[in-house]
T-cell receptor, first 114, second 114 residues
């Protein structure tokens, strides 16, 4: 069974640009969550999508957005990039709706904003 | 809002020493508890999980954790570490009312000297 796949693995963008990251969950999983990992702030929850609906949202500005498609694949978009957005962005998929389930993480997309 | 704290940021041990990492969370409702590990250059992997039942849970690679509800704690233990246990360890909590949103502790970097 293939794991969670994130593309691209590495990305370099310039301040002010926008970026889209992609996540393919494990087959059959309907929940996709996104996290930002930085040395200073650790792992922080961005948002969760379940059956194409955003179910949870973390404390990030509106520049961070996401969506989920009918095949459960998800994309995350960051507009007007800032230097502080440089981070490892992790996607996790879960098979159920939060009851006694675990999250499986992808390798992440390393975003560098210059 | 829930929060998770890990007591140690860095731990240095010699091989065969015992390891215990502390984790406390604050949340008044029912939670699921996890320990994840991130080996150098690899993605987050689940070590063990607690949903309900026996508060002493066993995970992979000889790790175990004990849930003490009265102390809101979920401490990770391993009786005898190996050099290959060098990694960063994250405690995480999922409030069952919050879908699949995970709140992570700050992580503990463990270095095992051969």
């Amino acid at each position: 069974k293939a794991g969670v796949t994130q593309t691209p693995r590495y990305l370099i963008k310039t301040r002010g640009q926008q970026v889209t990251l992609s996540c393919s969950p494990i087959s059959g999983h309907r929940s996709v969550s996104w996290y930002q990992q930085t040395p200073g702030q650790g792992l922080q929850f961005l948002f969760e999508y379940f059956s194409e609906t955003q179910r949870n949202k973390g404390n990030f500005p509106g520049r961070f957005s996401g969506r989920q498609f009918s095949n459960s694949r998800s994309e995350m978009n960051v507009s007007t990039l800032e230097l502080g957005d440089s981070a490892l962005y992790l996607c996790a998929s879960s098979s159920r709706d939060g009851m006694n389930t675990e999250a499986f993480f992808g390798q992440g997309t390393r975003l560098t904003v210059v | 809002a829930q929060s998770v704290s890990q007591h140690n940021h860095h731990v240095i041990l010699s091989e065969a020493a015992s390891l215990e990492l502390g984790c406390n969370y604050s949340y008044g409702g029912t939670v699921n508890l996890f320990w994840y590990v991130q080996y150098p250059g690899q993605h987050l992997q689940l070590l063990l999980k607690y949903f309900s039942g026996d508060p002493l849970v066993k995970g992979i690679k000889g790790f175990e954790a004990e849930f003490i509800k009265s102390k809101f704690s979920f401490n990770l233990r391993k009786p005898s570490v190996q050099w290959s246990d060098t990694a960063e360890y994250f405690c995480a909590v999922n409030a069952r009312a919050a879908g699949n949103k995970l709140t992570f502790g700050g992580g503990t970097r463990v270095l095992v000297k051969p």
